[in-house]
Nanobody, 123 residues
Framework: QVQLVESGGGLVQAGGSLRLSCAAS????????MAWFRQAPGKEREFVATISWSGGTIYYADSVRGRFTISRDDAKNTVYLQMNSLKPEDTAVYYC????????????????WGQGTQVTVSS
């Protein structure tokens, strides 16, 4: 079992930055691909970024590439999402997810999810 708890969300002005954290419990974190997804009001949940268990493979959604950075610290069982140059369209609930397999952008592959953290970007 893996339990995930996100933190770091909040209200920020456009152009600002936030860093989300996802703390994982369980001994399988270091062998799990981790990802961030988000869901804006009235929209479906969408992929944001993923990182493989080794950190050697990283994918980003086109909408965030060059602005967001995903990273992991296996010693702390934590994955991060550094978000820079935030835009109002980045407003959403951000979810952390874990998958005991290859890094993938498809949410159906992820069996473990956090409760989400709200990010609101004002214009």
């Amino acid at each position: 079992q893996v339990q995930l708890v996100e933190s770091g969300g909040g209200l920020v002005q456009a152009g600002g930055s936030l860093r989300l954290s996802c703390a994982a419990s369980g001994r399988t974190f270091s062998s799990s691909a981790m990802a961030w997804f988000r869901q804006a009001p009235g929209k479906e949940r969408e992929f944001v970024a993923t990182i493989s268990w080794s950190g050697g493979t990283i994918y980003y959604a086109d909408s965030v590439r060059g602005r967001f950075t995903i990273s992991r610290d296996d010693a702390k069982n934590t994955v991060y999402l550094q978000m820079n140059s935030l835009k109002p369209e980045d407003t959403a609930v951000y979810y952390c997810a874990a998958h005991r397999g290859l890094a993938t952008m498809f949410e159906q592959n992820y069996g473990y999810w956090g409760q989400g953290t709200q990010v609101t970007v004002s214009s």
